[in-house]
């Protein structure tokens, strides 16, 4: 079972592969509904393919917005582009450029976006008959449901969401921030105004605001909790699911670094049928999150998804910088956020028995000047009781 990792720039995408992704989704500078992650320009591109290349990994690229009259003209040249870098497959949702993609990039899979809505076995076949080589599940289907499409249409290969933001709407296909803000979801440019606090507004009162619900802070009413199935890999395995996916181009480093290496462990423990140790759920509690819910996985039940008191993210521990050099123990960090002498910080690796805590006892800049606590978008050095592997990322708990 294939695990796939966000990555919403270079950066990220490399350690998502360091840290155990089989393959990555990223997007180019147009055509993605992830328009405000940095995404990748064409030269990244290329190199981002090389790299997945290298490291026998694949890397698939979303050509997902809805596309209306005035992106058509310049598609058909991006979608050359990217089968000339041998990418591994496009992530597409509309018809049109379905379309396009079989024109001018005839040899380079398709895999169909959960914004198609695919909710059924017959939706599956009829894009199976297409010529679509995998189908990314529409977030909205139980597991019985999803059984049931892999043994009607066991031909074509399925991805499903097991982690991160979900949206209020039906598979993401929200009209919310057109209406509100004049940007487009469906484009690429949604403001999450769904996250949001809301109260009423009567026509004749103007002026008053009434709450939705008995709560001095109002109500968050349309807020979506965050998905986590890590529990359930045993059955997702078992139903024959080709590919789980993290959601999160536009979260942090840390965060999918972390999550990645999380289910990429757990994956052993469900091919092995073994329930996931409580150890690796408590460790995805130390990523931004909003509340957790298995959403529809055993039911369809949408009173199971929402969180109404508010849509502030969980965040009891701080990204803090990265290892950008070690040699022995001798390491030079990338600071993210402050830390300080005195202060217990944690190592973590893609290998979590190589994650370790350490009480910092000296600090240096980089021009080796001995500091109290170091600042962010600086380079330190610090010298550990031991040697470490590369791609460690530091964090605190706050």
């Known amino acids: 079972m294939e695990l796939l990792s966000p990555a919403g720039n270079l950066q990220k995408l490399l350690y998502a592969i360091h840290f155990g992704a089989d393959a990555v989704y990223t997007a180019g500078k147009h055509f993605g509904l992830r328009a405000k992650s940095s995404n990748l320009n064409k030269n990244e591109l290329t190199s981002a393919v090389k790299f997945c290349h290298e490291n026998n990994r694949k890397i698939y690229i979303t050509v997902n917005i809805f596309a209306h009259n005035q992106d058509i003209s310049a598609l058909p040249s991006y979608l050359t582009f990217l ?37 059924s076995w017959k939706a599956a076949e009829f894009w199976k008959k297409l010529g679509a080589k995998r189908i990314i599940l529409a977030r909205e289907l139980t597991i019985s449901e999803i059984m049931e499409i892999k043994v009607k249409v066991p031909e074509v290969e399925l991805e499903m969401f097991v982690h991160g933001a979900m949206c209020m709407s039906y598979s993401g296909r929200c009209l919310l921030s057109s209406f509100l803000n004049a940007r487009s979801a469906n484009q690429g440019h949604c403001t999450q105004p769904c996250r949001w606090e809301y109260r009423l507004t009567e026509n ?23 998905l986590c199935l890590i529990n359930r890999l045993p059955e997702i395995y078992a139903a024959g699911i080709d590919s789980i996916k993290i959601e999160g181009r536009m979260k942090s480093l840390y965060y999918v670094a972390n999550s990645t290496r999380i289910y990429k462990e757990a994956i052993q423990f469900a091919e092995q049928n073994s329930p996931i140790p409580s150890e690796l759920s408590e460790e ?10 298995e959403a529809f996985f055993d039911v369809f039940d949408s009173s199971q998804t929402q969180y109404h008191a508010t849509s502030a993210y969980s965040r009891d521990y701080q990204f803090i910088g990265e290892i950008i050099e070690n040699k022995d123990n001798d390491i030079r960090v990338a600071v993210r956020s402050k830390f300080t002498l005195g202060d217990e910080i944690e190592f ?26 170091t600042k962010p978008n600086t380079i330190v050095k610090i010298i550990l009781p031991k040697i470490v592997p590369s791609n460690g990322i530091i964090r605190i708990k706050k």
Request: no cysteine; proline share 5%.
């Open 348 to 373: 973590i690796f893609p290998e979590r028995k190589a994650d370790f805590k350490w009480q910092v006892d000296n600090i240096a800049d980089d021009e080796d000047n001995l500091i109290e606590s």
């Open 83 to 119: 089968q000339e870098i041998k990418v591994d497959a496009l992530i597409i949702s509309d018809p049109a450029i379905f379309s396009l993609a079989q024109d001018f990039a005839p040899n380079v899979p398709i895999h169909i976006s959960t914004q198609a809505n695919v909710t």
């Open 284 to 293: 995805l509690n130390k990523i931004s999150h909003r509340h957790y819910t």
């Open 204 to 226: 004749s009162r103007p002026g008053e605001n009434f709450q939705i619900e008995e709560d001095e802070r109002g109500t968050y009413i349309l807020n979506s909790k965050d």
